[in-house]
């Protein structure tokens, strides 16, 4: 878990490391205020826009059962039909038929198309046309114009083609909300994720079970092995390995000790853990992933506007066309029947059903799949942008690095081997919190070298510690220990470890010394790779840290990164980031750990934070990256580009099929004997809808 930018870039006051005076970065929040407008969901999309995930599965079943009623009706409807006998070659006509097909027809309409009603009269309220206003339209002069048949005006009646009509769009709803609705439960399944109680233990250890909403901070909680962790806290006995895998995607359990922290949600699978409680409720990692995710499906997408925009005109270009076609139909002389039938048809066929659908779907879809790789975008207009972008900046310690000391240099004096070197120093130093000493013996798990017995282990003072390992004496020292008792060593190579901004303690065997250990702050081997990967793309990597130069070159050569800019003060990264765009005309990713990065992350064009564990809330980025992977910005590059692709492929099929489409309603090919029903016209539209659906479930990570 990545610790805070503060707590990463402490001076290493160890009592006898002299270090170099790396510039502490200042910690203070830049709070940037994201305005993340609603969503606009227009047409179908208004009335079930805003509504939590139970509203809109009751809307689904909702929309189910009303195709299942309307359907069954529709039967006796078609063969009450004299239009549909006639094309059978049979009659089943009898006195009062036509009452019995009205009054069926009645229900089909108020029953199965009242949905379709109320949404265009709250369209028509807000001013804001769109599909439900244009299929209730379509189906009010269907209905209208047969009730007016059926009592006594001269022409055909259109029952049969409302009621199919009505049908096909339920059935168009149902699979579309299906649709909408699976993209998202990918997230309603985070909800599932905690337990609904905890095991509380009292002052006297004794166990009660809890609801979770009873749980305060500093509470401690028993977890006992294969149960789910209840809350985000900290481990304050046992040990265990903890699958996370849910919450952050690390695929291999991780191993956690006392001191650690826990996210609620995860999943404990050997040890028993008493974990103290520091976060619950909404402040919660899996709360705050959870709203993240909402407040990315809220915020608007470029593309969504312009969505909405191309519903708002296809309604009025409905209109239009559909009191143009009856005009047309009438002055060429035909009656009005069949001059209505053609302007129901062109008003059926413009329903921008595909179109409302076009980006909504790739939006959920997106997100669901970004949320499962560790992505969680916040600002959708800006994660769309990703696919222009022509250069990422990275922030160093804590991005590039780990935030963390391990060895990279053992110089040996004398006849020793570096493993002994190593060996002394560890045995020595696994009894130091410090993190230097906490490097060097990490460093001897890596290579599994033997730690030696210690006793007599004292810290002395500005000097160092020393201690009785195996039976012999050992110290690790600091330079000035080393200087003032005049031992000599190879003064060249410390002081280019010194300038690479690596940190060197001596080693002494029975006063003795016998070599150095140089650390430093471990580069990512994820960043490597991700700065690979984006000069592979054509896209120029910059690091941009409070660091010497030093130091920043040496990071930078390890991992070849295009550009360096060092020594640069917290309050100055923004106008850094502000200058590469406005000089090179460049799109400029930021990436850092949101603390004292956050003024860049706002300025830049896409603002990319590490943050692990429950860090997670960083108020600036439009998108935070759960792993503290730096190749997620890879992927969260290449996922842009797939959504973008996408949604431009869904927007031509919904726009294009209305291109196609509104002539051959409205008659073009009439005098060459082709002509569309309000039916076949339903039934393409559908189609289309489902093809956009579909393309859109296809979108993979």
């Not at 992350?601 to 564990?613: P, V, Y």
């Amino acid at each position: 878990m990545v610790k805070h930018k503060h707590e990463k870039h402490m001076h290493i006051e160890h009592n006898y490391h002299e270090h170099h005076n790396h510039e502490h970065h200042g910690t203070e929040r830049h709070n940037h205020d994201h305005n993340h407008d609603s969503h606009e969901h227009h047409g179908h999309h208004g009335s079930h826009g805003n509504h939590n995930h139970h509203d809109h599965g009751d809307m689904v079943d909702n929309f189910k059962k009303r195709f299942f009623i309307s359907l069954m009706i529709t039967i006796p409807i078609l063969a009450l039909s004299p239009m549909i006998q006639d094309f059978m070659g049979v009659d089943w006509r009898f006195s009062g038929d036509m009452y019995v097909l009205f009054a069926l027809s009645s229900i089909v309409f108020f029953y199965g198309g009242w949905p379709f009603i109320t949404g265009g009269i709250s369209e028509l309220k807000d001013r804001n046309p769109g599909m439900m206003m244009l299929i209730a339209l379509a189906i009010t002069i269907a209905y209208g114009y047969s009730t007016v048949v059926v009592f006594g005006w001269d022409g055909n009646q259109l029952f049969w083609e409302l009621a199919t009509l009505v049908d096909i769009m339920l059935l168009g709803h149902w699979i579309e909300m299906r649709s909408v609705m699976g993209a998202s439960n990918a997230l309603e399944q985070l909800v599932k994720l905690m337990p609904n109680e905890a095991h509380r233990l009292d002052d006297n250890d004794e166990v009660t079970d809890v609801p979770l909403s009873e749980l305060k901070n500093n509470d401690r909680v028993l977890v006992k092995p294969g149960e789910k962790i209840p809350v985000d806290g900290t481990i304050i006995d046992g040990k265990s390995a903890i699958d996370e895998s849910m919450l952050t995607g690390e695929s291999v359990p991780v191993e956690k000790f006392k001191g650690d922290g826990v996210i609620g949600g995860s999943v404990n699978n050997e040890g028993s853990l008493t974990i103290q409680v520091e976060k619950t409720g909404e402040e919660s990692y899996l709360s705050q992933v959870i709203s993240m995710v909402k407040e990315a499906q809220e915020s608007k997408s470029r593309t969504q506007d312009l969505t909405n925009r191309a519903a708002k005109w296809l309604f009025y270009l409905a209109l239009v066309t559909g009191f143009a076609t009856l005009f047309i139909w009438l002055l060429l002389g035909y009656s009005i029947d069949v001059a209505i039938e053609r302007m129901v048809t062109v008003m059926v066929i413009t329903c921008p059903h595909a179109l409302g659908l076009a980006a909504p779907l790739v939006v959920a879809v997106s997100t669901s799949i970004s949320a499962k790789k560790g992505l969680l975008i916040r600002n959708r207009a800006n994660f769309e942008g990703a696919r222009n972008l022509n250069a990422v900046v990275f922030d160093k310690t804590g991005t590039l690095t780990k935030g963390e000391f391990g060895v990279t240099n053992i110089v040996p004096s004398k006849d020793f081997k570096e493993v002994e070197i190593l060996s002394f120093a560890a045995s020595l130093e696994q009894n130091s919190e410090h993190p230097i000493a906490t490097g060097i013996v990490k460093s001897t798990k890596d290579k599994k070298v033997k730690l030696g017995k210690v006793t007599d282990f004292e810290s002395i003072t500005g000097k160092g510690i020393q201690g009785i390992v195996d039976g012999r004496k050992v110290n690790v020292v600091s330079p000035g220990y080393v200087n003032s008792n005049n031992l000599s060593y190879d003064q060249q190579l410390f002081n280019e470890m010194s300038e690479e901004g690596k940190t060197v303690v001596f080693v002494l065997l029975e006063d003795e010394l016998i070599g150095m250990i140089a650390l430093a702050d471990m580069v990512r081997e994820t960043a490597k790779e991700a700065i690979a990967a984006l000069k592979g793309n054509g896209i120029c990597s910059i690091m941009l840290t409070g660091d010497n130069k030093k130091v920043a070159n040496w990071v930078a050569k390890q991992l070849e990164i295009d550009e360096v800019y060092a020594e640069v003060l917290p309050d100055d990264k923004a106008n850094q980031v502000k200058k590469i765009k406005k000089e090179k005309g460049w799109k400029v990713a930021m990436t850092g750990d949101g603390v004292n990065d956050a003024p860049a992350l706002a300025t830049a064009d896409l603002g990319i934070a590490i943050g692990a564990g429950t860090d997670v809330a960083m108020e600036t980025a439009d998108v935070v990256l759960v792993k503290s992977n730096p190749n997620d910005v890879v992927s969260l590059m290449e996922l842009s580009r797939k959504t973008y692709r996408k949604m431009v492929q869904n927007l031509w099929w919904a726009t294009g099929y209305n291109i196609f489409a509104i002539p051959l309603a409205a008659g073009v090919l009439a005098p060459v004997g082709i002509v569309l029903s309000p039916a076949v016209g339903a039934v393409l539209m559908s189609l289309s809808t489902i093809i956009v659906a579909i393309n859109a479930r296809l979108l993979k990570a």
